[in-house]
């Protein structure tokens, strides 16, 4: 199972900075999330909410958003503040907004760019553009963000009925659409919705997941790929003494 750090993953820090990056490296993680959308100017930004107190991110050029927001990366500024770090680190990068995959696709360009990177999203079509341009490019499909607000005594019943509901639609989607990963809420995750899409070659990512112990759970269902906020403590969990990440992804899951 790969830990992938939730907007760097950094509790202490302002998420989707270079300082929370930084620490998810230090951390120990497989990946790092990051959230991307395009500012008025048309550059890619690193930014989580679609919204600035209201008003649409895309309004704002990216120095005034910079100017409303001191910790704003570009694209640009993440890849060349990680490739100082280090240049083999692998991305998970989530589209924010519709269009964001036509000014994404630049920087996938050359085998070793989109290798790199794993694009995640709620818009199918997004993702399906990307596919078709770059074809060994992965790609997971994002849904259940609604199901947080579930409260926990209920999450076993939201796994038997919401979660086997929208992994049978989302299996039907990914398969007309050649993506190859499903980005759940790990509240509807349980085994038969694992199962549902290992069984059809896809992998499961799930997010985000804070508690140790409902990690360990996770990793014993077979998740590929696990979300944190706090990588420092979930990383440890899951790695051999003396492990670095493995130079490249693994050929196949589940295939």
């Keep these: 199972m790969l830990i992938v750090a939730h907007r760097g993953g ?48 895309h309004h704002f050029s990216t120095d005034e958003l910079r100017g409303l927001i001191p910790t704003l990366l570009t694209f640009d ?31 996938l360009e050359g085998d070793a760019q989109s290798r790199r990177a794993l694009v995640t999203s709620t818009f199918a079509f997004s993702l399906r553009r990307l596919k078709r341009h770059f074809p060994s490019l992965r790609t997971g499909l994002s849904r259940g963000s609604l199901l947080s607000r579930i409260p926990a005594r209920l999450h076993p019943l939201a796994a038997r009925t919401l979660g086997r509901m929208i992994a049978h ?34 992998r499961v990512y799930v997010w985000t997941v804070d508690s140790p112990e409902r990690a360990r759970q996770l990793h014993a269902l077979g998740v590929d790929y696990l ?28 295939e």
């Design 10 to 57: 950094n509790p202490d820090d302002v998420e989707n900075s270079a300082r929370a990056f930084a620490h998810g490296i230090e951390a120990g993680s497989d990946l790092l999330e990051c959230d991307l959308q395009c500012s008025a100017s048309g550059e890619i930004v690193v930014y989580h909410n679609t919204r600035y107190f209201g008003a649409p991110v």
């Design 77 to 107: 500024e993440l890849l060349e503040f990680l490739d100082g770090i280090d240049s083999g680190v692998r991305l998970v990068l989530d589209l924010k907004t519709r269009g964001t995959d036509r000014a994404l696709a630049p920087y």
């Design 169 to 202: 639609l989302m299996v039907i989607e990914m398969s007309l659409f050649g993506l190859d990963t499903a980005v759940l809420n790990h509240i509807i995750v349980d085994a038969r919705v694992v199962e549902m899409f290992h069984s059809r070659g896809m």
């Design 227 to 254: 979300t944190t906020n706090v990588p420092a403590v979930i990383a440890p969990m899951f790695q051999e003494p003396d492990q670095g990440l493995p130079p490249e992804w693994p050929a196949t899951l589940h």
